[in-house]
């Protein structure tokens, strides 16, 4: 019972050690984004509108010029949804240790607007120094903010620190050129503050807690027996509690402080002013162990100086209480860790199988980059309805337009799925689409249409051969024509390779002429072009794109996804190690309670000619009452829970034929 009291010590300590650490990286993920990243710092918003683009690079040194002037520190944050990536843009000169929570091994002069070099803990090249961040799966850029010259994310919000006065000044000067959309005192609220600590999880140490005094309770109604020997023997209650428990809890103790340590030490490894109050919340939770020991110790004395009964000599009715006690804590347990494997294994299971998806589809595709530099900051916000119903174009539209066309004269795809009915997609692409990847007829052979022309084409499937393709018209006149394609061949290829090809009897193409004169574009339209992204820039060199392209690109979903998993294996060694714990647990369990506790029980019962079922229902009953509500609360998915379940009920079934099978009389007799 001992090394049973120690496990469930082990386990405690490194549960809510996970608890604390799992807290803390929430928190510190979700600080990276926005302005609390900067330890709330930033008092102050103020907005930019895309006017400011057309003339970015005197914006951001006159922004320069009056932040040295007014001693005011410069962020401009931007989350890059595509690629996952949280880029900050800086002009400081303080250190970054003091604005941010990461670890660099070289210093950056982000007062230096000629300065190329920046941290990251993804991009791999000769200015991007690597840096470490607390949040093991962001993905993070930290750079000069003369980055963003020629670049449209200079619009947008943008956070200031300093003194308050000196910021009102320079905000002041800074509006007489560039017109502020918004200005606003950010207020932090209270209960948001709080979550920039690592706080304790109450309710998880109440359960811990209770698990705690099951055993005790079991503990002690085991040692029934024990202790009414010593006491008929003239020993005092301290005693008693001095040999059969002290040395137990002393051990307890250490471990719910070592635990912790080690952990720590194994998994966080830096310090730095996020981590510290990480430690202060593991002492704090460390020392409500000790304590929580201590008084349960204390209360154990009291118990037993006051409440005997000499029924302890006989220790049937203790042993059928110490069983239960046992089944409890085991059926708690339970409830506890397994949803907490079954997420981090569904996790890195479904991690490792897409990104082993992605690489056996990556041939053929491997040199397309999704080129997606449209986004809200581009859109022109004075078009109005009045505007639409005078015919006018929207400006923004018209930038775009003119920015496909370049890329889609160099060889540029696209496509934009839309829903068509149920189980039956569209998929509209331009001519460049079916030149990299050409459609089959009905007769097998590659299909030949003239794509140079001023008409579209629908591409249907040979089971929706007679559908009228009318309803497909995407703006009046357009000519459409009708072309029928085989149905079982590949009909988009996704060049994101993060699902599975359509086949064309799911879906539908309607394809663009090349000179088929569109009224508007759609700006959220998924562009492709196989080339390498110096090629790219040269493209748009010397037109007002240069500089303002984002890509994505299979190598960096294939390079964030391998450099997340070490992340998830990292999370899941603590899951790991419970997991193992577990296993122990219901090793021991079956061979202390089942086997040695049982042994009499059963020999008695195979004496009066019970058959096997008769014996052991009970503990089947048992194993499956314990086992129904992991499955139920983990029903979304099953593996881990059913593979426990298997283990256990493989290990009764071995238990209960070797206690079955073990010679009656020689037992009786004392052999074992």
Same mark, same amino acid.
């Given at each position: ?144 903010? *003369? ?17 308050? /006065? ?75 509690? /001095? ?37 202060? *919340? ?101 078009? *109005? ?77 040979? *089971? ?94 294939? /390079? ?113």
């Amino acid at each position: 019972m001992k090394k049973i009291f120690t496990g469930i010590i082990i386990i405690v300590s490194s549960f809510l050690f996970y608890d604390i650490y799992n807290k803390y990286q929430t928190t510190h993920e979700d600080n990276l984004y926005g302005i609390d990243s900067i330890n709330n710092k930033f008092n102050n918003i103020v907005t930019f509108e895309q006017t400011n683009y057309e003339n970015n690079k005197d914006f951001i040194n006159d922004l320069s010029t009056l932040a040295d002037k007014y001693k005011v520190t410069v962020v401009k944050s931007d989350f890059d949804e595509k690629r996952e990536i949280y880029n900050y843009y800086i002009y400081s000169h303080e250190n970054i240790h003091d604005l941010c929570d990461i670890i660099v091994d070289k210093d950056i002069d982000f007062g230096d607007l000629k300065q190329k070099k920046y941290y990251s803990n993804l991009d791999k090249n000769k200015n991007a120094i690597s840096l470490f961040s607390m949040g093991k799966n962001i993905f993070l850029n930290i750079k000069p903010i *003369s980055y963003l010259y020629n670049n449209h994310d200079v619009v947008g919000d943008y956070y200031f620190s300093g003194n308050n /006065k000196m910021i009102s000044s320079f905000l002041k000067e800074l509006d007489i050129k560039y017109p502020i959309k918004r200005n606003e005192k950010m207020e932090i609220d209270e209960h948001e503050s709080d979550n920039n600590h690592v706080s304790i999880n109450m309710t998880m140490f109440v359960i811990c807690a209770i698990v705690f005094l099951l055993i005790i309770i079991g503990w002690i109604t085991k040692n029934k027996k024990t202790h009414m020997i010593y006491f008929l023997n003239g020993v005092s209650v301290i005693e008693i509690v /001095k040999d059969l428990y002290l040395k137990t809890f002393l051990l307890g103790m250490i471990f719910s402080v070592l635990v912790p340590v080690v952990l720590f030490v194994c998994f966080v490894e830096n310090i730095n002013v996020f981590t510290n109050k990480m430690i202060f *919340s593991l002492f704090v939770i460390s020392l409500l162990e000790i304590v929580s020991l201590i008084v349960i110790l204390i209360i154990m004395t009291i118990y037993l100086s006051i409440h005997f009964k000499l029924d302890g000599l006989y220790g049937n009715k203790s042993l059928k209480i110490f069983l239960n006690i046992n089944y409890i804590a085991k059926l708690i347990f339970m409830l506890l860790l397994m949803p907490l494997i079954v997420q981090y294994n569904q996790i890195l299971i479904n991690d490792f199988q897409n990104l082993q998806y992605v690489k056996s589809n990556y041939q053929g595709i491997e040199d397309y980059i999704n080129i997606y530099t449209m986004d809200y900051h581009y859109q022109d916000f004075n078009y *109005s309805l009045n505007d639409v119903f005078d015919g006018k174009l929207n400006s923004s539209i018209q930038e775009y337009q003119y920015y496909y066309d370049l890329l889609e004269k160099n060889g540029a795809i696209s496509f934009m799925w839309q829903p068509f009915r149920e189980n039956v997609d569209e998929y509209i692409v331009n001519y460049q689409y079916l030149k990299q990847f050409p459609m089959i007829d009905i007769s097998g052979k590659k299909l030949n249409i003239n794509l140079e022309t001023d008409q579209c084409f629908v591409l249907v499937p040979e *089971s929706l051969k007679d559908i009228d393709i009318q309803q497909f018209l995407q703006e009046r006149n357009m000519k459409l024509e009708k072309v029928v394609i085989n149905n079982e061949q590949p009909h988009l290829r996704n060049l994101d390779a993060s699902s599975c090809e359509e086949t064309n009897d799911k879906a539908i193409l309607f394809v663009y002429g090349k000179y088929y004169q569109r009224k508007e574009r759609n700006s959220y339209i998924n562009i492709y072009i196989k080339k390498t992204i110096h090629q790219v820039d040269k493209i748009v060199k010397g037109s007002r794109f240069e500089g303002t392209l984002k890509w994505y690109s299979l190598d960096d979903y294939i /390079k964030q996804t391998e450099l997340r998993s070490p992340y998830y294996i990292f999370k899941n060694t603590i899951i790991t190690l419970l997991t193992v714990l577990l296993i122990i647990m219901i090793l021991y369990e079956n061979y202390c309670f089942y086997i040695k506790l049982n042994m009499k029980k059963v020999m008695v019962k195979k004496i009066m000619g019970l058959n096997r079922w008769d014996i052991f229902k009970n503990l089947y009953l048992e194993l499956l009452v314990c086992y129904l509500p992991v499955l139920v609360l983990c029903r979304e998915y099953l593996l881990v829970p059913v593979l426990f379940l298997l283990f256990d009920g493989l290990l009764h079934i071995y238990v209960t034929y070797y206690i079955y099978n073990v010679k009656t009389v020689y037992y009786l007799k004392g052999g074992s």
